[in-house]
């Protein structure tokens, strides 16, 4: 069996397009009662930016099917997801979910 790896390239597409979606559901989506998306994370930080290397994607796969990374902001294992989005999703008829690396 060979060793399972993350293209570079696919990795930073999908880190792309989930910073996208998130950035329009921040513009377009239903408004928050504080009108920030991230309620809880961080936020004595002015901003919020998780780097994940490559080779602890790489690691989380070895013992797992997937690694689900959190796009909503309500996860309590951020940056992981842990489903939260789907209450998330109920109370505001949003489609959020999240980014799913899979070996």
């Given at each position: 069996m060979g060793q399972s790896s993350i293209d570079p390239i696919s990795l930073t597409v999908g880190i792309g397009v989930g910073m996208v979606l998130m950035a329009?559901?921040?513009?377009?989506?239903?408004a928050q009662s504080s009108g920030h998306i991230n309620q809880s994370v961080d936020k004595d930080k002015d901003k919020v930016a998780t780097m994940c290397k490559l080779n602890d994607v790489e690691d989380i796969l070895k013992d797992k099917p997937a690694a689900a990374y959190c796009r909503c902001w309500?996860?309590?294992t951020f940056p992981m997801c842990d489903g939260s989005h789907a209450a998330f999703n109920k109370a505001t008829g949003d489609n959020t979910g999240p980014l799913v690396f899979k070996k």
């Open positions: 329009a559901v921040r513009r377009f989506g239903p309500r996860s309590k």
